[in-house]
């Protein structure tokens, strides 16, 4: 059984950073391409980042880019997300999501496995 959880998330302020994890099992983590999706209240589900199977290729959304770093670690089937210099309008539910492809991926139907997301929340 194939499972993603994410943690990490919580309320902050403006300015603030936070680093999200999302540990997985049940699957050969190193042979796939993981994301960051995020969705806020009444909004499609959006790409944040996303990083190939041994992460040297990194793709990431213009609203992120150069503050938000997608990483992993194929020893400890975990994918982390450091956010810094956070904004109010980067408060969602942030989910991780597996292809089951060594290649990067920004859309959602791209991506096969799910976790149940972490919220966070950035008050200004």
């Known amino acids: 059984q194939v499972r993603l959880v994410e943690s990490g998330g919580g309320l902050v302020q403006a300015g603030d950073s936070l680093r999200l994890s999302c540990a997985a099992s049940?699957?050969?983590?190193?042979?796939?391409?993981m994301g960051w999706f995020r969705q806020a209240p009444g909004k499609e589900r959006e790409f944040v980042a996303t990083?190939?199977?041994?992460?040297?290729?990194?793709n990431y959304a213009d609203s992120v880019k150069g503050r938000f770093t997608i990483s992993r670690d194929n020893a400890k089937n975990t994918v982390y997300l450091e956010m810094n210099s956070l904004k109010p309008e980067d408060t969602a539910v942030y989910y991780c999501?597996?292809?089951?492809?060594?290649?990067?991926?920004?859309?959602?139907?791209?991506?096969?496995?799910w976790g149940q997301g972490t919220q966070v929340t950035v008050s200004s």
């Open positions: 999501g597996s292809r089951r492809a060594p290649q990067v991926a920004v859309t959602p139907r791209e991506y096969y496995y």
């Open positions: 049940g699957l050969t983590f190193s042979d796939y391409a």
């Open positions: 990083i190939s199977w041994r992460g040297a290729i990194k």
